[in-house]
């Protein structure tokens, strides 16, 4: 029997582990493998042995055998886990993951906290057509030699750190510039932006700018070793670009070598 000290320790432990951790048995477990597990784990957890070692201990022990009452009941519902159809489970949980993000984007830290329930919009959503019907994780593995290309902006949301990394066409004005949206202006419809405020040049050149800022740091932080500049002196239609990521570039470069020297 381990010390008082030593079994609050683990019950507190159990507080964030899964049902599978809780009995100590493989995710692949069988029912009869699960049913010998908590059987031994009652007789290690049921609150009447520990009647003499204290309220505190006792309290302990009855949240931990409930917990393990629990994961014994999950455990060995019929078709738990998906073990005879793992296509069905690779689904669930791809909609599991799809509802979790619905919610945390569109509710607030109080709402959540509250249980907010929005079940329904999902359901809506996807029906409608506003919500992908299926659901693509963005942190699957792939193959270690794999080549990803992508959008700047798109790699940015699937925050995958990468080893090696291409800037294609750095010359372009293309990264300077942010989607044209008049009917839904990310800056003036926001709630911070002033009351009869007019939208000016300055202001489309500050955006763009800290927008590029923003990108190039986003980029650098999901490189392992190295970034490599892709550059054409031509645009498509055969005009110079210089546009404003190789000219910082540029600069960057001419400092870096004048500080050396």
Same mark, same amino acid.
């Given at each position: 029997?381990?010390?008082?000290?030593?079994?609050? *320790?683990?019950?507190?432990?159990?507080?964030?582990?899964?049902?599978?951790?809780?009995?100590? !048995?493989?995710?692949?477990?069988?029912?009869?493998? $699960?049913?010998?597990?908590?059987?031994?784990?009652?007789? #290690?957890?049921?609150?009447?042995?520990? @009647? /003499?070692?204290?309220?505190?201990?006792? =309290?302990?022990?009855?949240?931990?055998?409930?917990?393990?009452?629990?994961?014994?009941?999950?455990?060995?519902?019929?078709?738990?886990?998906? #073990?005879?159809?793992?296509?069905?489970?690779?689904?669930?949980?791809?909609? $599991?993951?799809?509802?979790?993000?619905?919610?945390?984007?569109?509710? &607030?830290?109080?709402?959540? *906290?509250?249980?907010?329930?929005?079940?329904?919009?999902? +359901?809506?959503?996807?029906?409608?057509? +506003?919500?992908?019907?299926?659901? $693509?994780?963005?942190?699957?593995? =792939?193959?270690?030699?794999? +080549?990803?290309? @992508?959008?700047?902006? &798109?790699?940015?949301?699937?925050? #995958?750190? !990468? #080893? @090696?990394?291409?800037?294609? /066409?750095?010359?372009?004005?293309?990264?300077?510039?942010?989607?044209?949206?008049?009917?839904?202006?990310?800056?003036?419809?926001?709630?911070?932006?002033?009351?009869?405020? @007019?939208?000016?040049?300055?202001?489309?050149?500050?955006?763009? /700018?800290?927008?590029?800022?923003?990108? $190039?740091?986003?980029?650098?932080?999901?490189?392992?070793?190295? +970034?490599?500049?892709?550059?054409?002196?031509?645009?498509?239609?055969?005009?110079?670009?210089?546009?404003?990521?190789?000219?910082? !570039?540029?600069?960057?470069?001419?400092?870096?070598?004048?500080?050396?020297?």
């Amino acid at each position: 029997m381990a010390s008082r000290t030593e079994f609050l *320790a683990w019950a507190h432990s159990l507080q964030t582990k899964s049902y599978y951790e809780i009995l100590g !048995v493989a995710t692949d477990a069988m029912p009869e493998a $699960i049913q010998e597990a908590f059987h031994a784990f009652a007789l #290690r957890c049921h609150p009447d042995q520990f @009647v /003499d070692d204290g309220a505190d201990v006792v =309290r302990a022990a009855a949240d931990v055998f409930k917990r393990g009452v629990e994961a014994y009941e999950i455990l060995t519902q019929a078709g738990f886990g998906f #073990r005879r159809n793992l296509a069905a489970g690779a689904a669930s949980a791809m909609l $599991i993951e799809s509802v979790r993000k619905f919610r945390l984007a569109l509710a &607030t830290p109080t709402e959540l *906290a509250a249980g907010l329930e929005l079940g329904p919009e999902y +359901v809506d959503m996807v029906e409608e057509g +506003v919500v992908a019907a299926q659901y $693509i994780s963005n942190w699957q593995l =792939r193959p270690a030699e794999a +080549v990803l290309l @992508v959008p700047a902006y &798109t790699f940015l949301m699937m925050s #995958r750190p !990468v #080893r @090696v990394q291409f800037w294609l /066409d750095a010359g372009s004005s293309a990264w300077h510039e942010r989607i044209f949206q008049p009917l839904t202006h990310p800056y003036v419809l926001q709630r911070g932006w002033p009351p009869g405020a @007019v939208w000016t040049d300055e202001d489309e050149v500050r955006a763009r /700018d800290e927008a590029l800022s923003r990108l $190039i740091l986003g980029l650098s932080r999901r490189c392992r070793e190295r +970034v490599y500049l892709a550059y054409c002196g031509l645009n498509e239609r055969g005009y110079e670009q210089q546009g404003p990521l190789l000219r910082a !570039v540029q600069r960057l470069l001419r400092l870096h070598s004048e500080a050396a020297q």
